[in-house]
Each structure stands twice: as C-alpha cells, then as structure tokens.
C-alpha cells in the first residue's frame, strides 16, 4: 500500500484498509482492500494506481465500512476540504475530483454512488470517515463542511449534526457517538478546539470533552489525532496523525474512563 488511511473490521473478523493515495508509478493506491484475519489479501476494489471518478473505482478513498447486510460502503475524495469558494468546487468537480460515498455488495460488485462536492445536505467536501450506528444508518464525517451527515443505506439523507467540531474520525458504541477533530483552529474552524467531543446518538449535543495536547505553535487549537475508537471498557483510544504524534509522544493515545 501507499498511504493506508481508513480501517475497519467486519463481523468476521476481516479487515478492511482504504489506501489513499498513490504512488508516482501509478502501480499502487487508490483501492480498498480486505484481508483475512491472518492477513491473507481476500478482495481489492478499484484500479490500482488510477485516480478515477468512474462507478467502481476512487479518487482518493478515505475510508471504508462494511454494513450490518455485509454491503461495502467507502467515503472517497480527500481534497475538496480545501475548496472554499464556488469557483474552487467548480474547478475540481471539471479534474475529476470526488466526494462521495460508494456502495458495493459483499462480493464486491459496484452498485451505486451518492454525493458530489458541495455544501447542500447530502454533499460533502471529504467524506473522512463512516460508521454505523445501531439503528443501521450510515454516519460520515463531513470534514469540510464541519459536520456530520446521516443517511439510510441506500443514500437517502436523513439528519445532520454540527456540535461535534470539524470530524476526522467516528465511533459508535451503544447510544453514544464519539467524534475526533484534528484540524478545528482559528484560521479553519474559528471558536473551535480540536480534541474529542462525546455525545447521545439521537441528539446534537456534546456531553463530554477530551482536550487536546498543547502545542505553542497552534494558539487557541492545540493538536489531536483523526481516529477514534472506545474499547468494552469504555476507554478512549485516539490513533494520532503527523500533527500531533510527537506531542503524543507514539502513535496512539489512551484516555480512560471518567469517575
């Protein structure tokens, strides 16, 4: 692989790994692939190497997440958090830039594709990371537009939430959401903090708050990691990024339970 960025792991027990970018060959990258839980690769989708906005291939997938009927779901397009003007997104929309969520069945057969670069519901400007809640609705992390957008697994938009910073990454245990922020700051997200925010599934509200590590170079931000995952006990783990692992001091971070 060439820049792995998503990671997810099915009922089975395989893993899945979205990889990014691609190499100056054009031999690698820009495919989702799965592999055993031994690490036997078992499926790859898209072209290797090829950047492409064609149905079935990716434009730099961020990440992937299989649903409760074994459905395929990947979040692709990484650059449109960086168009912030309508000429922007016109501009990429002519190259070939994506965002969008793609859809496969369990054995990996394209079936749809919805979204496109925008800021209306059911657009996105990078989808950076999914999750399912247990009501089987797809969550993405709607980076740009600093918000999460929710939809049924046929793309249908449903509701949206706005009090959990710019996401980079999700997780869903039970009722709760947890959502990681690693680039709100005053220059891209002014009020905001990165860190990450906790709260009830069914509401848009924040119920709790792990901070981010300081840094005196990044004034009134701080630095925090883009995954999230909470283990059976209730502890937090953030995967860091090239921001914030030397703060970290490695590469994941541990919170634990509040008393």
């Known amino acids: ?100 969520i793609s859809k496969f069945s369990p054995d990996g057969k394209f079936i749809k594709s919805w979204g496109g670069i925008g800021v209306r519901h059911g657009e996105f400007r990078t989808p950076h990371a999914l999750a399912f809640d247990g ?9 740009g537009n600093h918000r999460i957008e929710i939809f049924d697994q046929n793309g249908t938009y449903l509701e949206s939430r706005y009090m959990f910073g710019r996401p980079s990454g999700l997780f869903i245990r039970g009722d709760t959401v947890y959502v990681i922020d690693s680039e709100s700051s005053p220059y891209s997200h002014p009020n905001w903090r990165d860190g990450v925010r906790i709260g009830p599934v069914d509401e848009d509200r924040v119920t709790g708050f792990i901070p981010p590590f300081e840094r005196a170079d990044r004034v009134y931000q701080g630095t925090a990691g883009e995954g999230v995952a909470v283990d059976a006990d209730g502890n937090v783990y953030a995967a860091e990024g090239p921001n914030s692992i030397a703060q970290a001091g490695g590469a994941f971070t541990k919170y634990s339970v509040g008393r």
């Open 1 to 100: 692989m060439v820049t792995p960025h998503g990671i997810a792991v099915d009922r089975q027990g395989n893993v899945w790994i979205a990889d990014f970018a691609g190499n100056k060959a054009g031999t690698k990258g820009h495919q989702v692939h799965k592999f055993s839980p031994k690490g036997e690769k078992l499926l790859s989708l898209g072209v290797a190497g090829k950047a492409s906005n064609a149905d079935g291939e990716f434009n730099q997938p961020n990440d992937v997440v299989v649903g409760p009927d074994g459905s395929i779901y990947v979040a692709d397009g990484h650059e449109a958090q960086g168009m912030i003007t309508a000429n922007a997104v016109a501009e990429g929309i002519k190259r070939g830039a994506t965002s969008r």
């Open 135 to 143: 009501r089987g609705r797809l969550w993405v992390a709607d980076r």
